[in-house]
């Protein structure tokens, strides 16, 4: 373009006319915050126009309209973590010295859960299935799946692994509660050794609630089954802890170390336990509260753990296990509501299931549960979420036109 | 391209805010003193413009600094107007305890423009009605898409001239093509509704139409961030501002990219000040619907439901979703909440005793513990029924009922300790406690600790009503 002086060169910016020229020296030129390529530049100027118009253009960043898409590339924002979450094994087959069919591995992560454009997951997360050793107070919408074996602890956990596709399953020892049946560890034993009899998948023992005879129980329990590699569920504050972690250790089992959404006091009772317990050892329980009932809280404190973890807290380094049955406890789960609300058995196994999905994303690695369908669709979420494929992506626009009148 | 002077919230304290302040200590801003303001702008629990000796000209300086200094690393995008307009985005920070999430994820339902005038009313109607009641919260639907699935613009433009006729809602135009995307905008030209959306192919017309309607624009590039940061990269340089990012949601196998998607674009926006991914995110969970065939409708329902949870955990916005059912809103609407609950506010209510209606000598007295939500469970419940009650809030150290009784930290002891210290006995003259269900197992040992009559009451407080009228004589 020829350079015309003309009288406004000196009123305004003085800029050299020849733009293109101009520009041309760079890759690219920066107009306020946007970075734009030369050539794809829709640019047509008036010779002489240019030292007017261009110094506002530059200003507001407006008037130049790309005619062509600015290609940039985007970078996945990776982290390097220094802390790595422990491996925990749970069960054990015969030539590991128990006589489970299998055994299984929680933990192990190097990234938050499923960040997988950062790390692969080491090990997927499993799910344990409820039994009960009395009748407890179940809501409608489960009580229809398992009313034929409630009384057969052995029975619910066959159909719990046969039917259910329970990974693991819990055998909660309720009655030995000394405010209820208070069945003796002896008695206690028996449930546990038919269950062991009925499926061969690694089981958790779980407790009453009472410091002082679950300690007891736990105790014949892990003498009784040594080399099994049971969790023993739970492990708390309150008890005798030293000595928990002794017979636990002895029996060859693993701790499961539960404390009451606090991490303070998780970290606390971990460290109790490590002058006695490998780290590999122990998995914590960080309390499970329901939907709508502190998940939030439950949520942040599990995420935060997993963090923390990650980042070398490695008090916090274990693998996550939630009680997702909780999820039970909001009234929303199986309370008969209005019509609008109805039906009752899709809207509790959802509540469970939304319950455990939030967990799932904070970084729990086993999930004690309930609800048939709510297991199933977590375990097909895990799975989609460890082997994930590549999507055609082409025909997701389509959802626009999706004709339906349901 | 990155921004690093864009404080991510942590790195921001009062005195920075302060320091820009005009330090005249006016009190015109309800607060004590300037530290004070500055402490509530860092919590993000005022504006700045809320001085107002900062918006004289001669602090223009320092105004745009704190503007700036204040910026949320994902832009706040407006849609729609009046008091129904939601806000998008604004987020400071990537994981909740870093801070607080802002403005909850905003739910819309579908519609399209052949559907029957008798269905489009029922989901319109269902859209702007539907509410619940949640421990003093009411849960509410804030949008409607819709959707050209006749690709005719005069049908797009008819059926959102009846919608605005019928709703305040904000809407959300879903269609590819330019034509009925403008004849929508006709139809509702000063709406600020969400336009959807600019691809690689239509992007010049949609960014022409997003400016000349002043609405904030969608741009999708389904599972590409390259393109999807180009297309966005374009459209700055095009001039439009509010933009709305649709990476793709994908169901089944797809999810892994699609959380990965989600997940990577809200941490390069908030950790690494990345400007191309600092705008809200779109997620369509309504897309399990395109896979239909002879999937029954509970099932298709089922998964668009824990998609949308997923997404809610996972960074997303906006979502969009077809299934109206009450069972499958339900779980998301009460995630939402829970995800968007201030993290900074505390578990523990207050301990002590409180009373409902006109209690007398003759009322029931409850307990329960001070974890926030039992509490306020319990006492709406409580309230709603119109009782006359007294009810003792134990300190459990913010647990509910039933791991308050597996952690012992609601024990015979703490409960007849809060009998004694709330001096209950001189207010009745029953000597009866109506105990939470959860907490059966410890009922023996409250009475023979307290010296007080125990009646165990219903599991869940919504039964006390009935409760009482069976069970209940002082």
């Not at chain 1, 020849?18 to 008036?46: N, S, T, W, Y």
């Not at chain 1, 220094?82 to 933990?107: H, M, N, P, W, Y």
């Not at chain 1, 057969?152 to 039917?163: F, G, Q, R, S």
């Not at chain 2, 000209?57 to 307009?85: F, R, T």
Request: negative net charge; hydrophobic residues 40%; charged residues 25%.
């Amino acid at each position: 373009m020829p350079h015309h002086k003309t009288k406004e060169d000196n009123s305004g910016i003085s800029l050299d006319p020849d733009i293109m020229k101009l520009l041309a020296k760079f890759q690219e030129i920066e107009i306020e915050d946007f970075e734009l390529e030369v050539g794809e530049l829709e640019l047509r100027f008036e010779p002489g126009m240019a030292r007017r118009i261009l110094p506002k253009m530059i200003k507001k960043g407006l008037k130049v309209k790309p005619s062509n898409i600015l290609k940039t590339e985007f970078h996945a924002p990776i982290n390097s973590y220094s802390g790595k979450i422990v491996e925990v094994q749970l069960g054990a087959t015969k030539s590991e010295g128990g006589s489970r069919g299998r055994s299984l591995i929680v933990g192990g992560e190097t990234s938050p859960a499923f960040y997988s454009f950062e790390s692969k997951l080491n090990n997927p997360p499993i799910l344990t299935l409820d039994v009960f050793d009395m009748k407890v107070p179940l809501s409608k919408a489960v009580k229809m799946h398992v009313k034929e074996v409630v009384d057969d602890p052995a029975a619910w956990a066959e159909l719990a692994v046969n039917k259910f596709g329970a990974d693991m399953v819990t055998i909660h020892l309720i009655s030995i509660d000394p405010l209820l049946k208070d069945a003796t560890p002896k008695a206690a034993v028996k449930t546990v050794e038919e269950i062991a009899q009925a499926v061969d998948v690694p089981l958790v023992i779980g407790g009453c609630g009472d410091p002082i005879k679950d300690a007891d129980v736990f105790e014949e329990v892990s003498q009784t089954f040594a080399g099994e590699r049971f969790l023993i569920s739970s492990i708390t504050q309150d008890m005798d802890v030293e000595r928990c972690a002794k017979f636990i250790n002895k029996g060859g089992h693993a701790a499961l170390s539960f404390t009451p959404m606090d991490l303070n006091l998780a970290r606390e009772l971990n460290r109790r336990m490590y002058d006695f317990l490998d780290k590999k050892d122990i998995i914590m329980d960080l309390t499970t509260a329901a939907l709508g009932y502190g998940l939030d809280y439950a949520f942040t404190n599990m995420e935060r753990a997993r963090l923390g973890g990650l980042m070398g807290d490695t008090e916090l380094a274990h693998p996550m296990s939630s009680g997702t049955t909780n999820a039970w406890a909001a009234r929303e789960a199986w309370l008969k509501m209005s019509e609008e609300w109805e039906p009752r058995e899709l809207r509790g196994p959802l509540w469970e299931l939304t319950t455990a999905l939030t967990l799932l994303l904070a970084g729990v690695d086993l999930f004690m549960m309930m609800h048939p369908a709510a297991v199933k669709t977590l375990k097909d979420i895990i799975n989609n979420l460890t082997h994930g494929k590549k999507v055609n992506a082409e025909k997701y626009l389509d959802w626009i036109s999706i004709k339906s009148s349901r | 391209m990155s921004q690093k002077n864009k404080a991510s919230k942590k790195e921001l304290s009062p005195i920075d805010v302060y320091k820009l302040l005009p330090k005249t200590n006016c009190k015109e801003c309800g607060e004590e003193n300037c530290m004070a303001f500055a402490t509530k702008i860092v919590n993000r629990e005022a504006q700045i413009d809320q001085c107002l000796p900062l918006l004289e000209e001669k602090h223009s300086k320092a105004y745009n600094q704190l503007k700036e200094m204040l910026k949320p690393p994902v832009k706040e995008v407006v849609v729609g107007i009046g008091e129904k307009a939601v806000n998008l985005g604004g987020k400071l920070v990537m994981y909740r305890h870093e801070f607080t999430y802002f403005n909850p994820t905003a739910i819309a339902l579908d519609v399209t423009d052949d559907m029957s005038e008798e269905e489009l009313m029922n989901r319109i109607n269902k859209t702007q009605n539907w509410n619940y009641e949640y421990i003093g919260y009411t849960l509410k639907l804030d949008m409607i898409a819709v959707r050209s699935t006749s690709n005719d613009p005069e049908k797009f433009k008819s059926v959102v001239k009846k919608i605005i006729h019928n709703t305040k809602l904000p809407l959300i135009l879903c269609s590819l093509n330019p034509n009925i995307i403008e004849a929508g905008l006709m139809a509702a030209p000063k709406h600020k509704s969400l336009i959807y959306s600019a691809t690689t192919e239509n992007w010049k017309s949609m960014a022409e139409l997003s400016l000349m309607y002043n609405c904030p624009l969608v741009v999708s590039a389904p599972n590409n961030l390259s393109t999807l940061f180009s297309l966005t990269k374009t459209l700055l340089a095009y001039g439009v501002e509010d933009l709305v990012l649709d990476p793709g949601t994908f169901a089944n196998e797809g999810l892994t990219d699609t959380l990965n998607n989600f997940t990577m674009l809200r941490r390069a926006a908030t950790k690494n000040g990345e400007e191309l991914a600092g705008f809200p995110l779109l997620g369509i969970p309504m897309v399990v619907w395109n896979e239909q065939g002879s999937t029954a409708d509970e099932l298709i329902k089922w998964r668009e439901a824990y998609i949308a949870s997923s997404l809610i955990i996972r960074f997303a916005d906006i979502i969009i979703i077809h299934g109206i059912d009450g069972w499958s809103l339900l779980p998301i609407a009460v995630l939402r909440q829970n995800i968007y609950t201030d993290p900074r506010k505390p578990v523990a209510v207050e301990a002590g005793l409180k009373e409902f209606g006109n209690p007398d000598e003759n009322s029931p007295v409850f307990f329960t513990t001070n974890f926030a939500l039992t509490y306020y469970t319990v006492a709406s419940d409580i309230e709603n029924s119109k009782l006359n009650a007294y009810l003792i809030v134990v300190d459990t150290e913010g647990s509910a009922v039933d791991s308050g009784v597996a952690g012992r930290k609601l024990t015979a002891e703490t409960v007849a300790e809060a009998i004694k210290e709330t001096g209950i006995e001189t207010k009745v003259k029953h000597k009866k406690i109506i105990i939470p269900g959860k907490a059966s197992r410890i009922s023996g040992e409250i009475e023979e600790l307290s010296g007080w009559k125990v009646q165990v009451g219903p599991r869940d407080s919504s039964e006390i009503p009935k409760y009482l009228q069976d069970k209940w004589q002082p």
